[in-house]
């Protein structure tokens, strides 16, 4: 099993015990699990080979126990015994966003719902306004909650199957007789939630190849076994798809299997008004079947005059004609990031200390980090009040001058409130080097209530950055109500920064408003969200969004050093 099957194990432990009236102490410890296995880096089997479990903070002998029981033999019998006294509906509906173990729990045994069939017409009889707890409002949010599963039925977060997708791809090569093997699809694109995994190899004989290929250990089940394209379903659930073609034919196999579909029906159209035909076998001038011969893509767009198009920007979103006319961005690379913005720590809701996600980023090569904990009205993760501010400070102060050749900036994650105004007083967030505001409550306003609230919040002088600017998180929460296009006009016009959040549930801003926003003059900061060490390496999920949003450095605020940086960080050196 991988960690991000084991910590969605320990993730669903913690809310079976809480259904099942085990010690809250328990939900609590195996939800902190859950959190502290996937933002792992270092392998879950050797760390159970080398037995130093508990050599990570948080996790205890029990938990290293059920860690080890799971990676040995992929099941834990704890997790069976309470999974067993819980009815598959009653499970369904703790995947509903916002419905947690406690409401469920009432459901179930208060009430005899069961299914999200009796819930989902319960809601829609109104016959749970008058409980306890719940009421219209909360009927709303169900139902909304049930059309989100059915909607995000079968997608998949790009990071979760782009870890598999990179499984498949190293097998596959190590397949004898194959010559080239590549990702494609949407993953290759690099989109923030995809469907099923494309692999395209080159080989001259396919017929062993594909019979290894649907062998594989991790195969489910058999969906299509061909002789050029075979289909199956790992046991994550994902289909996976592969297809082999010969080696002269994989470069347009490659660009076809890629997409996106728009591209390429933009591509065959320009193909057409040069008389060629374009397909995933070759180009072909007139009626010859002697294609034109490409070794690899960039070949491919040379033969129409085009630059080479990177494959996150094949979304017929304006590349072709780029391309054509050689002004395409020199998209940005992890490598260009000079410092971490957003990271938390053990003053709010993180798991480290502000020394140890210091040290962190200065072990991965960055010059600095903003420590931007939660603020005080965020009391349930034990937000900063001002006296607390006075104390990080302080510690901030002391350990830049201990740590040599990097600076922690004092900065805070502060709360929008609901009428725009923010969660200190100015004098508070005058003492800040980085302040990024956020709305983390009040997410049912109307959209002209939200939008006027989050305008308002960029207008404050104190502002560097806004914050997941739609408070979305993929395939689980849809974004508030927000007219982004004025939310964005107003961080150009404020000369303010739009956040691109690299935990891999938000990638929020979207990056199909990334080029209207450089265009209004907005810069951007690719954050992490980290909430341990680990969690900074969240960086690179932004950093692929920035690409498919036409971003280079010189449009992203963390890739300028402390000095240089004109627009962020003008109070430190003042």
């Known amino acids: 099993m991988n960690k991000e099957e084991i910590s969605q194990i320990f993730e669903e432990l913690a809310m079976l015990a809480e259904l099942n009236d085990e010690s809250p102490f328990k939900s609590r410890a195996y939800m902190n699990a859950a959190r502290i296995i996937l933002d792992l880096t270092d392998d879950l089997e050797t760390l159970v080979n080398e037995n130093s479990l508990t050599d990570i903070e948080g996790i205890g002998q029990n938990i290293a126990a059920k860690i080890v029981e799971l990676v040995n033999t992929g099941k834990l019998k704890s997790y069976d015994k309470l999974r067993a006294l819980v009815p598959d509906g009653v499970f369904q509906m703790l995947k509903i966003s916002g419905l947690g173990p406690k409401k469920v729990k009432v459901l179930w045994k208060k009430y005899a719902i069961t299914n999200l069939g009796d819930l989902k017409m319960s809601c829609e009889r109104h016959a749970l306004k008058a409980l306890p707890g719940f009421g219209i409002k909360t009927e709303e949010n169900i139902l909304a909650g049930i059309e989100s599963l059915k909607k995000f039925s079968g997608k998949w977060l790009y990071i979760e199957a782009q870890r598999w997708a990179e499984e498949v791809l190293s097998d596959v090569a190590k397949i004898k007789g194959v010559v080239r093997v590549e990702i494609a699809g949407s993953i290759r694109r690099k989109k923030e ?13 396919s017929a062993h190849i594909m019979k290894a290929f649907v062998s594989l250990p991790y195969v489910d089940r058999i969906v299509q076994h061909g002789k050029t394209k075979s289909e199956v379903i790992l046991n994550s659930g994902i289909q996976c798809d592969l297809r082999v073609v010969s080696n002269d034919e994989y470069p347009f196999a490659l660009h076809h299997f890629t997409g996106s579909k728009e ?5 065959r159209g320009l193909a057409k008004s040069k008389g060629i035909k374009m ?3 070759g180009l072909f001038e007139g009626k010859s079947k002697r294609g034109i011969p490409c070794k690899d893509e960039a070949d491919i767009f040379k033969a129409f005059g085009l630059d080479y198009i990177e494959p996150e920007l094949r979304e017929d979103m304006g590349e072709v004609d780029a391309a054509g006319e050689g002004v395409l961005p020199q998209l940005i690379e992890g490598s260009d990031l000079k410092g971490i913005l957003h990271v938390h720590t053990n003053y709010t809701d993180g798991e480290a200390t502000i020394e140890e996600m210091a040290l962190a980023a200065k072990s991965r090569g960055y010059e600095y980090i903003a420590i931007c904990d939660h603020s005080q009205n965020l009391t349930v993760v034990g937000g900063l009040k001002p006296a607390d501010v006075r104390k990080q400070h302080k510690e ?10 990097f600076t922690i900036l004092k900065g805070i994650e502060v709360d929008i409130l609901a009428d725009g105004s923010l969660d200190y007083s100015d004098k508070v967030l005058s003492s800040f080097d980085i302040v990024i505001a956020a709305v983390h409550t009040r997410f049912k306003m109307s959209e002209e209530d939200m939008t ?4 308002r919040a960029v207008e ?3 502002v560097d950055i806004l914050a997941h600017p739609t408070g979305r998180l993929l395939l689980t929460r849809e974004p508030y109500l927000v007219d982004m296009k004025r939310v964005i006009d107003a961080i150009g016009n404020h000369k303010k920064a739009v956040e691109i959040n690299a935990h891999p549930q938000r990638l929020d801003l979207d990056w199909r408003w990334m080029r209207y926003a450089k265009g209004r003059g907005a810069k951007f900061a690719i954050c992490p969200d980290a909430h341990s060490t680990d969690g900074i390496d969240n960086v690179i999920n932004g950093v692929n969004v920035a690409r498919k949003g036409w971003l280079e450095k010189g449009d992203v605020l963390n890739c300028s050093d402390l000095k240089k940086c004109p627009t962020l960080f003008d109070r430190l050196h003042r």
């Open 193 to 205: 939630v995809v469907k099923d995994i494309d692999i395209v190899a080159a080989a001259d004989n």
């Open 460 to 462: 404050n002088p104190h």
């Open 452 to 455: 006027r609230r989050i305008i």
């Open 263 to 267: 591209h390429n029906v933009r591509m």
């Open 279 to 281: 397909n995933e076998y």
């Open 396 to 405: 901030i102060d002391a350990l830049n001058k201990r740590i040599k050749n």
